[in-house]
Each structure stands twice: as structure tokens, then as C-alpha cells.
């Protein structure tokens, strides 16, 4: 068991331009969840994913967000067209089931 | 949807000294209750878990007891240490464990 890995650790972007944040959960994990963080405030709930199914999406998650997980297995948040406000950093989690979620380090985003 | 109350930060003891941080929820229904930690520059760690009413979780000398009555899951450690320093994050599970809510995070610094 390694743990939730996430990459890259550390994005910086200008604004306007396409980022993708990949997250590889603990083998056998079949809910994957994604998560906002900005300086000084907990977790915001993005979206999640049972299996390659996209169950659940936040408010905050607008169409410039998509996320992927093909097969299952690791998962991809893409954000198009970024914007200032869209700096913060990007948490993955992942549960067996109906289990604890356990966290990555997470990718911190930086827009310019 | 699920909301929390948690004490506002920052605290600062002395080593030694007993810990709480108060938090207080609302849910729809009984969610389980967790407590995470986030050490400096590391992501987001269980800290410990109660999953039914009056349960109580514990883990590295910290506690926390699920109350149903008054909707709260106070965490306590009768003795911190300067290891203990990090921000706490209370979250309430939602139905089905679908996402985490998590309180805006009690930033604790134990002095030698």
C-alpha cells in the first residue's frame, strides 16, 4: 500500500491556459474523490467517482472542470482556461467503499 | 447539506497542557464523524473516526466522542506535545458517505 499519489506536486500556469492534474489511488479503492483547498480554509468537496462512474458533482465545479477516471483506476482533473481565482490546491482522496477517505498530498496550482 | 461549526483558531499552549477544540455539525441523518490533521507541509492525515452515535474515537492520545444529542464531536488530548502542532479539521461524512464536509480548520501550535 503506497498511499494516494498525486502529479504534478506543484503547477504554475498563465492565465488562459489548460492544466491536468492526474491522482492514483490506493490500489483497490473503488471511490475516488477531488477536493479544493485555498490558504487558510478546509477541503471543498469537487466531485467523486464509484468505479470509472462520475456519481457527484459540487456547484463548484463549472464547465471550465472536468474530471476522468477511465478503467477505474487513476483519475484526471482537467481545468480549461484558467483563471486567477482557480489558484489553490487540489487534494485527491480515495475510500473502499464506504470507508474513510485517505488523502493525497496534493497538487498546489498557481495561476499567473 | 451537511454543515460545520469548528473553533476558531489560532491556539497556542504550553506543552503538556490539555487540548480541545470544539465542533459542531449539522447533517441529514446520522453521518459518521472524522477528525483530520494536516501537518506542516504534508497533506491531509485520518486522525481518528466514530461512526454511530456515543462511539468514541481515539488515536495518538487523542479523543473524541460521537453526541448525537447535542451534535457535536469535541476533539481532546489530556497532554499535547510539540509534535501535536498542525491544523485540525473536523468533517461529518455525507449519506452514503458521498463527501466530506470540513470546517474551516483550528490551527494549534504547542510551545516547548
Known amino acids: 500500500d503506497t498511499g494516494v499519489s498525486q502529479n504534478p506536486r506543484h503547477k504554475i500556469t498563465k492565465r488562459g491556459q489548460n492544466v491536468t492534474f492526474r491522482c492514483d489511488p490506493i490500489s483497490e479503492h473503488n471511490r475516488l474523490y477531488w477536493y479544493r483547498q485555498t490558504l487558510g480554509q478546509g477541503p471543498e468537496f469537487l466531485t467523486y467517482?464509484?468505479?470509472?462512474?462520475?456519481?457527484?458533482k459540487s456547484r463548484l465545479l463549472s464547465d471550465r472542470f472536468s474530471a476522468e477516471r477511465p478503467k477505474g483506476s487513476f483519475s484526471t482533473l482537467e481545468i480549461q482556461r484558467t483563471e486567477q481565482g482557480d489558484s489553490a490546491m487540489y487534494l485527491c482522496a480515495s475510500s473502499l467503499a464506504l470507508n474513510e477517505q485517505y488523502f493525497g498530498p496534493g497538487t498546489r496550482l498557481t495561476v499567473t | 447539506g451537511n454543515s460545520v461549526t469548528q473553533m476558531e483558531g489560532p491556539v497556542t499552549l504550553s506543552e503538556e497542557a490539555f487540548l480541545t477544540i470544539n465542533c459542531t455539525y449539522t447533517?441529514?441523518?446520522?453521518?459518521?464523524l472524522f477528525w483530520y490533521v494536516q501537518y506542516p507541509g504534508e497533506g491531509l492525515q485520518l486522525l481518528l473516526k466514530?461512526?454511530?452515535?456515543?462511539d468514541k474515537g481515539s488515536n495518538k492520545g487523542f479523543e473524541a466522542t460521537y453526541r448525537k444529542e447535542t451534535t457535536s464531536f469535541h476533539l481532546e488530548k489530556g497532554s499535547v506535545q510539540v509534535s501535536d502542532s498542525a491544523v485540525y479539521f473536523c468533517?461529518?461524512?455525507?449519506?452514503?458517505?458521498?463527501?466530506?464536509?470540513f470546517g474551516s480548520g483550528t490551527q494549534l501550535t504547542v510551545l516547548p
Open positions: 447533517a441529514t441523518g446520522y453521518p459518521s
Open positions: 468533517a461529518p461524512g455525507g449519506t452514503g458517505m458521498r463527501q466530506l464536509t
Open positions: 467517482f464509484q468505479n470509472e462512474a462520475q456519481l457527484e
Open positions: 466514530a461512526t454511530k452515535a456515543d
